[in-house]
């Protein structure tokens, strides 16, 4: 059994003000497998892929990428964080460059590649995600769908090893969310290793090789997309989808 | 048509306050002189050129060079650049005694005073921007040791008078570092307005939104890189609008090295003041002329607003 990309044992996360966000989560996910997670507001989702990222700290257990234990402190982390790509639900786009230089900065900066290896590969990425005669465009000129596909192709450009997506269309209006889904559904079919925090449920049901749902800091259930949203074996998880769907 | 009303409106304010002025210096018996003033803005007696030492003169035949050969030694030294000779050919000369006038505009007391505030305000002004700046990023620091001194200074500086702060430069440090008047009230200034600078740019790097920092991390760019690229860059065009601001306080602060043997414009006023017995033209004019300098930078803090609030 090969090394699982992401490895999150016992995690706990207690935020100074006692509130306990996350409570001995246990979590493996294996390369070129596709994991959403849904759940209502406050059950630790957005937690949980901040901790797998090292935006937060833990206060027990422990985290793994590649083997490689998640130690904020020392250096070593920012290498580790250029293997884990993450989409906000906010996009986060830095609105003082263009797109291209937004996608160009962390390959430079971080991995010290020349600019001439990764221009090219930020121009096969925005055209991936459909986005190629934006390149020079400022993001305060894109709508919300097409900022959030750059900001996939942002993340894409430190060629990841694994994606998070912290509801990635939540902040979108409904029209939009289809663009965003359509990368993200090619992305899956291209092997990434994903995880996504997500309320569209017609976009986990098709992509998902295995649902997570979550409640009070706790994964309460986990199974395949067809058992999990036909036939819910959790009495929370029933009446979470009675709610939603 | 009611716009027309109000303007109307202000301009009689403005005027019945410029009769109450005129009313209230005539119960004091006061006799304006205005017609004093220009003279020691701009000078039409022209420049004097003074012998460097004692010495003969010598005068060219065409009464267009002018040579100083020195009494007690071999100096010598040719002057040219004048319109008329005020000594002549074989005279013996002291120290400072004039030898020839050049005719034309000269710059009036205080315009020479406008002009050392200005060196004064634009050199500490470059000083505390670089101050601030490292003291700003100080105070945002994880570093315990930088937060702390960061701290300190801006809470010492911000809770002390200029006025002090200039004299504890000037007597104190001014005197053990053997600074001239000038260094001391440029680093007074530079000081005291870095730890404002340092404040508006921790508030500027505080605006940043949470999630640029969060996002440049996730790429992996380290904090320092995260600050250079992409916190600072937005930061600082935050900043600017008050950043302009505080160069304009600058520039009226700067009015505090008149305490020190520094005459900038301030201390030219006093000077011109005591030579002509006309206070009050002399400081509505010096007034005007520090309204000169702050209002260009505020038109300009205006526009720079305006611009940026479109963006």
């Keep these: 059994m090969t090394e699982p990309v992401i490895s999150v044992r016992a995690v706990s996360k207690r935020y100074a003000n006692g509130v306990e966000a996350l409570n001995k989560v246990a979590l493996e996910i294996h390369a070129g497998e596709v994991v959403c997670v849904v759940g209502p507001s406050g059950s630790g989702k957005s937690t949980l892929l901040r901790v797998l990222n090292g935006l937060e700290e833990v206060s027990a257990g422990e985290v793994r990428v590649d083997g490689i234990p998640l130690d904020t402190h020392k250096r070593s982390i920012n290498r580790l964080r250029a293997r884990v790509g993450m989409v906000f639900q906010q996009f986060n786009l830095f609105p003082h460059f263009s797109v291209l230089e937004n996608l160009m900065l962390a390959p430079q900066r971080v991995l010290g590649e020349s600019a001439g290896i990764v221009q090219a590969r930020a121009l096969a990425l925005l055209e991936k995600v459909g986005l190629s005669d934006k390149v020079n465009a400022r993001p305060s000129q894109l709508s919300g769908g097409q900022q959030q596909r750059v900001a996939i192709a942002r993340a894409l450009a430190m060629q990841p090893e694994v994606m998070l997506f912290d509801e990635p269309t939540s902040a979108l209006d409904p029209e939009k969310t289809g663009e965003v889904l359509d990368v993200m559904k090619q992305l899956a079919a291209e092997g990434m290793t994903m995880l996504v925090a997500t309320h569209e449920m017609g976009f986990a049901r098709v992509v998902a090789h295995r649902m997570l749902f979550m409640e009070h800091g706790r994964i309460a259930h986990e199974d395949a997309p067809v058992a999990f949203f036909d036939a819910p074996r959790n009495e929370r998880l029933k009446q979470f989808l009675n709610q939603v769907l | ?311």
Excluded: C
């Design chain 2, 1 to 311: 048509m009611n716009r027309w009303l109000w303007h109307g409106v202000y301009a009689a304010v403005l005027l019945v306050v410029g009769w109450a002025i005129y009313k209230a210096s005539e119960r004091v018996d006061y006799t304006w002189r205005w017609q004093r003033i220009p003279q020691y803005i701009v000078s039409t007696e022209g420049d004097e050129i003074r012998a460097p030492y004692d010495g003969f003169v010598a005068l060219a035949g065409d009464g267009k060079s002018l040579t100083l050969n020195e009494l007690n030694g071999s100096r010598s030294e040719t002057f040219t650049q004048f319109d008329t000779a005020l000594s002549g050919d074989g005279d013996l000369v002291f120290q400072n005694d004039v030898l020839a006038r050049k005719s034309g505009l000269r710059a009036g007391p205080l315009t020479v005073g406008l002009w050392v505030t200005l060196e004064i305000s634009a050199l500490a002004l470059m000083l505390a921007l670089i101050l601030g700046l490292i003291a700003g990023l100080g105070r945002v620091s994880h570093n315990p040791a930088a937060r702390h001194l960061a701290t300190t200074y801006v809470e010492v500086i911000r809770g002390t008078p200029l006025l002090v702060q200039i004299f504890i430069f000037y007597f104190f440090i001014g005197t053990v570092l053997q600074l001239s008047a000038f260094a001391a009230g440029v680093a007074a200034l530079a000081v005291f307005t870095g730890a404002y600078v340092a404040e508006i740019i921790r508030a500027g790097i505080e605006a940043v939104p949470r999630g640029q920092m969060e996002a440049a991390r996730s790429l992996g760019l380290g904090r320092a890189q995260a600050m250079r690229f992409v916190v600072l860059p937005q930061a600082l065009k935050k900043s600017l609008p008050p950043l302009a601001g505080q160069s304009i306080s600058l520039i009226k602060d700067s009015s505090l090295v008149s305490v020190m043997a520094l005459t900038d414009l301030t201390k030219a006023g006093r000077e011109v003041v005591s030579s002509t017995f006309s206070p009050f033209e002399v400081w509505f004019t010096v007034a005007a002329m520090y309204l000169l300098l702050t209002g260009g930078l505020s038109i300009f803090v205006r526009r720079l607003e305006k611009r940026m609030a479109h963006e």
